[in-house]
């Protein structure tokens, strides 16, 4: 006893279907690696996340806001990389360290 179409015109049938299935099958397989190679080299790119950001404000002149931990979550978009020191400098003259990813305490300013 067999679950197969006895007839060799269904037989044929099945066969297409199963063949046409196949094919979307290992087409989005390699849809799904090509994916991952992308998002792999893509990681491979990624800049390093610097140690210290500071936040900029709005217009012209873009005061300094906050100094920010490298990745910090609470970061604005307006952020832009600096060094330890220029950090540590900005805390002294009085802009404002992040109370979320506590840049001064990083910094030994606080």
């Known amino acids: 006893m067999t679950d197969l179409p ?20 290992r087409e989005r397989i390699a849809e799904l690696e090509r994916r991952e190679r992308e998002q792999r080299v893509g990681e491979a790119r990624r800049p390093p996340t610097p140690a210290f950001t500071v936040e900029t404000g709005i217009g012209a002149d873009r005061p300094p806001l906050y100094v920010h931990v490298g990745g910090c979550h609470m970061a604005g978009q307006r952020v832009h990389a ?28 606080a």
């Open 6 to 25: 006895p007839d060799l015109v269904r037989l044929r049938t099945l066969e297409m279907w199963l063949v046409l299935s196949l094919d979307r099958v």
């Open 82 to 109: 600096v060094s330890r020191g220029a950090a540590a400098q900005a805390v002294a003259d009085g802009v404002e360290a992040c109370s979320h990813c506590r840049a001064d305490t990083e910094l030994g300013v």
